[in-house]
């Protein structure tokens, strides 16, 4: 089976910094007193529309100027959600050198019609996201617990927060046109699969 055109590593550095919890809880509660759950579902709507807009004026003009603008603002918030999903202490970073790495590699001729239909298209993996999102959340507070006690994310927890983290980009770059591949997440059950560096 040929790689995935999104492709997210993290590199692990242990010891990491149990103060990074606190700072970690105060965001997460500023985002949830924010409402961004609702904010997720207006995205959802909103942005295949968007693409299909911008594709209706010319997809390969989307492809070219507004992919590589797409990209660097997911490799920000691949940064930003590894930090708050214990991923990393190293703060986000728009830049493909950072410790967190999200490449993304265009794919497929998208048209107006097959824009919006990821709607529709785009309900399963979510729902599965969904799923694999509501344990990852069931088990951050184990994984906070293991960096107070010990500064380290066990690598069963570091593996299925990755996962999860790239299902996410993957139905991301999905649902904005960008590859055509289905968010499977056959190829990312392989847990270790030189994603991530482990410590020595």
Not at 70 to 88: D, K, Q, V
Not at 101 to 125: C, K
């Amino acid at each position: 089976m040929e790689p995935h055109p999104i492709q997210l590593r993290v590199e692990s550095a242990p010891p990491m910094d149990r103060a990074q919890i606190a700072v970690r809880l105060v965001l997460l509660l500023a985002l949830g007193a924010a409402g961004c759950s609702s904010m997720y579902w207006a995205l959802y709507l909103a942005l295949p529309a968007l693409v299909a807009l911008r594709v209706s004026q010319s997809s390969q003009r989307y492809l070219a100027e507004d992919v590589p603008r797409i990209t660097r603002i997911l490799r920000w918030l691949a940064g930003a959600y590894a930090y708050l999903w214990l991923l990393t202490d190293a703060l986000p970073s728009s830049e493909p050198n950072g410790v967190v790495h999200l490449e993304v590699n265009p794919t497929g001729d998208p048209t107006t019609t097959t824009a919006l239909l990821r709607l529709i298209t785009s309900l399963p993996a979510l729902l599965i996201l969904g799923i694999l999102s509501v344990a990852a959340s069931l088990l951050w507070p184990i994984g906070a617990i293991f960096i107070l006690f010990v500064r380290r994310l066990p690598g069963a927890f570091f593996d299925f927060f990755l996962l999860t983290l790239r299902g996410q980009f993957r139905l991301v770059g999905y649902h904005l046109s960008i590859v055509d591949r289905y968010p499977s997440f056959e190829d990312a059950l392989t847990f270790v699969d030189s994603s991530h560096s482990e410590p020595t």
